[in-house]
């Protein structure tokens, strides 16, 4: 089970105990499910290999899998007294789990709030559902991450201390499915756009 996050092992355990109690009562169609089941949560948390990219210094990685849903430059923002860049990434619930930091830097707790998990496109999501939100920050450089689940079982895993030193795509979490939001300096200039896939670790946004 080395190759599994050890956040998913308790589902895989649970399964596989299912799966195997329904073999010895030949339960049929519940062996089938419970075997599917299992399957499909070894997809989700198996250690898919993502190898870091050497880009330029002050590149800015992206630190989740999945689709840009929006971009968006906002002339006020709380923690940008110049405004900032807003950047929406869904991720999809077979895509790599993994939250990886942005930059090198400290990352910093801004808040975090247990929930429920409605889809994010509802408008109680934002006040109801389970969220994270994380800040890097270095002499040059300031990203924070909001993190939001989304029709999911299972919730957010932070696997870092608050202020923890971090190198770019070093893991500080883990979450199946939902969104992350990025801000960042609006003066950043990006490299990317709407629809486009990241790849953790893989893809930079500048």
């Not at 799966?19 to 030949?26: L, S």
């Not at 429920?116 to 999501?125: E, H, R, V």
Request: some cysteine.
């Amino acid at each position: 089970m080395s190759n599994i996050f050890d956040d998913g092992k308790k589902y895989i355990y649970t399964l596989l105990g299912v799966w195997i109690a329904c073999m010895i009562f030949d339960c049929g169609f519940f062996t089938f499910l419970a075997f599917v089941g299992l399957v499909f949560m070894v997809l989700v948390f198996y250690k898919r290999e993502r190898v870091k990219m050497n880009f330029q210094d002050g590149s800015i990685y992206s630190p989740c899998e999945g689709s840009i849903n929006s971009i968006e430059k906002l002339s006020t923002c709380s923690e940008f007294k110049d405004g900032c860049t807003k950047i929406v990434i869904e991720n999809e619930c077979l895509s790599h789990p993994l939250f990886c930091a942005p930059i090198d830097g400290v990352m910093g707790l801004v808040h975090r709030q247990n929930g429920a998990f409605l889809k994010t496109s509802t408008p109680q999501s934002e006040k109801l559902n389970e969220k994270l939100v994380v800040k890097f920050k270095n002499d040059n450089m300031e990203i924070i991450c909001e993190h939001i689940v989304s029709k999911s079982f299972d919730g957010i895993h932070l696997h870092v201390n608050d202020g923890a030193t971090l190198q770019a795509t070093d893991n500080y979490g883990l979450m199946v499915y939902g969104t992350t939001t990025l801000y960042i300096p609006k003066e950043v200039k990006l490299n990317v756009r709407v629809n486009q896939k990241l790849r953790v670790k893989e893809s930079v946004l500048n």
